[in-house]
């Protein structure tokens, strides 16, 4: 069974950085993507890492988010710089198909 556990969310201002972590435990994890919510939004994809640590961000992201992962730890982490209000959202680790994990709050806010 895998499980996954975001952390490292919480309150910065427009600006600042922040990085989550997403711990895997479990058997089978390959690739490892993470997404957002935003309120009154559809769950929105950011990034993902591959098993051989192939990396892929979007467009509206890019040059603010970076995506890298910890084998020893099996951790995969979203560095995210430069935050900007609309960044407000419950981000979520998800390894395909089927695991995510709980979410965790992100609030940039001055």
């Known amino acids: 069974q895998v499980q996954l556990v975001e952390s490292g969310g919480g309150l910065a201002e427009p600006g600042e950085s922040l990085r989550l972590s997403c711990a895997g435990s479990g058997n089978g994890i390959r690739s490892v993507g993470w997404h957002r919510q935003a309120p009154g939004k559809q769950r929105e994809f950011l990034a993902s890492i591959t098993a051989s640590d192939s990396t892929y961000v979007v467009d509206s992201v890019k040059g603010r988010f970076t995506i890298s992962r910890d084998k020893a730890k099996n951790t995969v982490y979203l560095q995210m710089n430069s935050l900007k209000p609309e960044d407000t959202a419950v981000y979520y680790c998800?390894?395909?198909?089927?695991?995510w994990g709980q979410g965790i709050q992100v609030t940039v806010s001055s």
């Open positions: 998800h390894a395909p198909p089927k695991y």
